[in-house]
């Protein structure tokens, strides 16, 4: 089974600084790639998704996230942040080499990301 | 709108009773699932339903029930048998059954005191 590793628990970082969230998975096989966001006390919101093509990939609020598929990686970035991106951030993988994993997102344990002045 | 609707958001019980956790959607949506958030482990699959009258266990089932009698509605039953029930619950559907793309509903806490 997939396995999905977020390196970092806490991002502290300073209102307008970039900012980059690691999130490796453990197969190099055929996979679809989720980034989302959740705010306090609130679901999940996508913030951007890779399933084929071109391997940088734009998303809302100015993330972004790179497939690189020999590193078993899908980091994101943003260039500049803001204090509304104050918020928990997961990175999730869906195996497609089997039929019953439809739907079955396996998440990371998550990124706090805390936004200071 | 269309979106995902839980109820309730807030959810307190004693120890040693059921509580049902409501789920409805108006997207249209075949596929449903049930996560369960815990500081510092991500989302945890209990359950999904990838059609109506039809349901699957995820990866932590035990203590939980669902039931899927119409495409709209998906509701959570936390047992007795659940051992540690307090945490976040989370609800989503799926549109597209080829890329897994999961939308949420706002969630549920439930306390168990």
């Known amino acids: 089974a997939q396995s999905v590793t977020q390196l970092d628990s806490q991002v502290p970082v300073f209102e307008e600084a970039p900012v980059e969230l690691r999130c490796n998975y453990s197969?190099?096989?055929?996979?679809?790639l989720f980034w989302y966001v959740q705010y306090p006390n609130q679901g999940l919101q996508l913030l951007l998704k890779y399933l084929s093509g071109s391997t940088l990939v734009k998303g809302i609020n100015g993330f972004e996230a790179e497939f690189n598929k020999s590193q078993t990686s899908f980091h994101l970035r943003k260039p500049s942040v803001h204090i509304s991106d104050t918020a928990e951030y997961f990175c999730?993988?869906?195996?497609?080499?089997?039929?019953?994993?439809?739907?079955?997102?396996?998440f990371g344990a998550g990124t706090q990301v805390v936004v200071t002045p | 709108d269309g979106g995902i609707t839980q109820s309730p958001k807030y959810l307190f019980r004693k120890e040693g009773q059921n509580v049902t956790l409501s789920c409805e959607q108006n997207l249209n949506h075949d596929a449903m699932y049930w996560y369960r958030q815990d500081p510092g482990q991500g989302l945890r699959l209990i359950y999904y339903s990838q059609i109506v009258n039809d349901f699957q266990k995820g990866d932590i089932a035990e203590g939980y029930s669902v039931s899927r009698e119409k495409k709209e509605s998906f509701p959570l039953t936390v047992t007795s048998a659940q051992k540690n029930p307090t945490a976040f619950y989370l609800c989503a559907s799926s549109v597209d059954s080829n890329t897994g793309e999961l939308f949420f509903g706002e969630g549920s806490r439930l306390t168990v005191l």
């Open positions: 999730a993988v869906s195996d497609l080499r089997k039929r019953d994993s439809w739907g079955k997102l396996q």
């Open positions: 197969s190099s096989v055929s996979v679809y």
